[in-house]
């Protein structure tokens, strides 16, 4: 599974999901708001606040967090001088890491999160230096309880997923697609089973394996980039040995 999937795992075996939703609700309202901010509030017509607007369902947020977000977009006012910027850099081991914010101050987030790398061994590099080991991918999650991964591959394979693949410990298997066929693959997956999770996400061509202090120094990073208000997702190639998982550091 790419190292975007093994952090989800981590973050699901230290039980940090239910004490982060408010934030996550947060961060996901921001979005919503964004994407119908610079696009129109209708998400047949907005692809990427369809996405948005996805991602808030499957996340358990209510109807009317995410009512109020697209309003919020649409009217005026509250962000209105958000704009996105894209960080790139490295960790510990050379762990190649991309981080999407939204901000209203450029320099504050930049100044902030280039704080956050330093102080746990890594670097904020210069636009590029990480982004072409990325591809923009969608990422569907079927839980193992409702299906085999022969099952899901024989359906997802006929729509055009382009891999499924899934770890013996991990609780869901996980099919890749190209942005070309996101849609296709995930609306025939939902019409024979429960999709988990779906997003568009960038997945790493290759990854670079990290254990001990390094391993340690990566998932404290990484904690602390996700806690910042200002960021909305974060990309990393790290390759963490199974039993540190769920470890507390």
């Known amino acids: 599974m790419s190292g975007h999937s093994k952090w989800a ?23 919503i708001t964004i994407a119908a ?20 369902r499957e996340s358990n947020m ?7 977000a697209i309003q919020k977009g649409t009217g005026g006012g509250e962000g209105a001088n958000l704009e996105d910027i894209i960080l790139e850099g490295y960790g ?5 890491v991309l981080v999407k914010a939204m901000t209203d101050n450029r320099n504050r987030s930049v100044s902030d999160l280039r704080h956050i ?25 079927i839980e193992k309880s409702q299906a085999s991964e022969e099952q899901v ?27 070309a066929n996101y849609d296709k693959v995930k609306n025939t997956l939902a019409a024979k089973f429960k999709i988990a999770s779906s997003e568009i996400t960038m997945v790493p061509q290759n990854s670079v394996p990290v254990k001990g202090e390094d391993a340690r120094k990566v998932i404290a990073m ?28």
């Open 92 to 96: 510990p081991g050379g762990v190649a």
């Open 62 to 68: 209510p109807v009317d967090n995410i009512d109020r």
């Open 153 to 179: 591959m024989e359906v997802a394979a006929d729509a055009g997923a382009e891999d499924i693949r899934s770890e013996p410990e991990a609780e869901v298997i996980e099919v890749e697609t190209s942005l």
């Open 222 to 249: 990484v904690e602390e980039l996700e806690e910042h208000d200002d960021v909305q997702d974060v990309y990393a190639n790290f390759d963490i040995p199974d039993e540190l998982m769920g470890k507390d550091f």
């Open 9 to 31: 795992t981590i973050k699901r075996k230290k039980g940090k999901a239910d004490s982060q939703r408010g934030k996550l609700f947060s961060k996901l309202a921001r979005e």
């Open 117 to 141: 790398f330093t102080r746990h061994g890594g670097n904020l590099g210069a636009a590029g230096c990480v982004a072409w080991m990325f591809k923009e991918k969608g990422l569907i999650h």
């Open 37 to 56: 901010k610079l696009g129109s509030g209708d998400p047949d017509g907005n692809p990427r606040l369809r996405m948005a607007v996805d991602k808030a």
